[in-house]
């Protein structure tokens, strides 16, 4: 299909900020907060690895700043306004996102299993949905315990059931105690008017890669394939019915497509400053991110440590709309530790001060304690920035 418009790399790399929450108010918006986040991004990732704060929280704090972290955990979890399944990974969706992944539930019962297979399976879960409805939303220690006591992946038959229940949609997690998901029924925590699998596989497809397409403002096919991990050709299917534009991305070298609402204005406005999550969906992509910010990012948590380059958990820096250094942090009692650290230059230094001190006082810490930085000549004048930039958020 021939483009409808022509972005230049700058224009689009602009325009992929400001849909991810990351460009525009001088002040973020904290009136819609964490759920207008979750809303804008359409999902937003979880994982188990908390160095200074769980990914989930890091998300909302990169957009809106030093917004509680109980409160954070508050309007993910409380509400019945969200729910955990498979998207991009295991994350967090809003509510109204049920219906357009019953293609994914569908899928899943036509697999049969995920990784484990049980003998009387059907004994199991039948257990696990009289627990529930009997006793109300539970934990899978509180249903009898996850483990029979060998690797991380050696279940229990009971942690086998109620996962295939939440696969296959009979039983939802809707809130998450202590990290422990808590497992109710489907028909009891989703609202009666989502409650429904009524959607064609198509239509949810298609609903999904419309979402992707604002979530990121601009995107190619792959790029959308890979927000809520669909196949190409089902993105290539129903990139005609998505309401998304063909555009030409200077400097891409494939075709892109557009949400027009981001094409209707310019895309400018305030930058933010601040830390990402390894797994913020403005960086989850890596190819997408090397195209767009000329950044190689790799997470290297599972990464044997002598193997490592930028270390466990390292963290871009987001400054000026572009990411311009890197941070493996670490929390020693009310010291953040930079463990390792690189900058893309001078002009980096300030920018990455106010980003550590904001974070260190955002999660309880009132020093900064810098270890590696791979420009030693940058040292010195990043240590007295981050001074500076503590003593004015102690004021």
């Not at 999550?277 to 044997?304: C, K, M, N």
Request: charged share 25%.
């Amino acid at each position: 299909m021939k483009p409808e418009f022509s972005l230049s790399a700058d224009e689009a790399r602009r325009i992929a900020l400001r849909a991810q929450g990351l460009l525009g108010q001088a002040r973020p918006d904290r009136r819609a907060g964490v759920r207008g986040v979750l809303r804008r991004l359409g999902a937003v990732q979880l994982d188990t690895i908390s160095v200074l704060a769980r990914s989930h929280e890091l998300v909302a704090y990169a957009r809106l700043g030093p917004v509680g972290r109980a409160a954070v955990e508050s309007a993910y979890w409380s509400g019945g306004r969200s729910f955990e399944y498979w998207s991009h990974a295991a994350c967090i969706l809003p509510v109204e996102e049920w219906p357009h992944f019953a293609f994914r539930r569908r899928a899943m019962r036509a697999r049969g299993h995920r990784w484990h297979q049980l003998a009387d399976r059907e004994g199991a879960c039948a257990v696990v949905r009289d627990r529930l409805k009997a006793e109300g939303p539970l934990t899978t220690t509180e249903l009898g315990g996850g483990k029979n006591g060998g690797e991380w992946f050696d279940w229990s038959e009971t942690k086998i059931a109620v996962e295939w229940l939440l696969d296959t949609g009979e039983v939802v997690c809707t809130e998450r105690r202590g990290w422990k998901r808590v497992y109710d029924l489907t028909e009891r925590a989703i609202p009666d008017d989502l409650l429904h699998d009524d959607l064609g596989d198509r239509e949810c497809v298609r609903r999904l890669v419309a979402q992707a397409g604002a979530a990121m403002g601009v995107a190619t096919e792959a790029d959308l394939a890979d927000y809520h991990r669909l196949k190409r050709e089902q993105v290539v299917s129903v990139l005609g019915d998505s309401g998304l534009v063909p555009v030409e991305v200077a400097g891409w070298g494939r075709p892109a497509w557009a949400d027009p609402a981001a094409l209707a204005t310019p895309a400018r406005g305030h930058h933010r400053t601040t830390l990402l999550s390894p797994f913020d969906s403005l960086v989850w992509d890596r190819p997408r991110t090397q195209r767009i910010f000329g950044f190689t990012h790799r997470l290297e948590a599972y990464v044997p440590r002598p193997k490592r380059v930028h270390g466990y958990f390292a963290m871009p820096l987001l400054a000026g709309g572009k990411l311009r250094g890197r941070v493996d942090p670490a929390r020693e009692g009310t010291t953040l530790v930079a463990r390792q650290l690189s900058l893309s230059g001078p002009g980096a230094v300030q920018p990455m001060a106010r980003a550590l001190a904001g974070a260190a006082s955002w999660t309880g810490c009132t020093q900064v304690r810098l270890e590696r930085v791979t420009a030693a000549e940058l040292r010195e004048p990043l240590a007295a920035e981050i001074g500076r930039a503590l003593d004015s958020a102690a004021d």
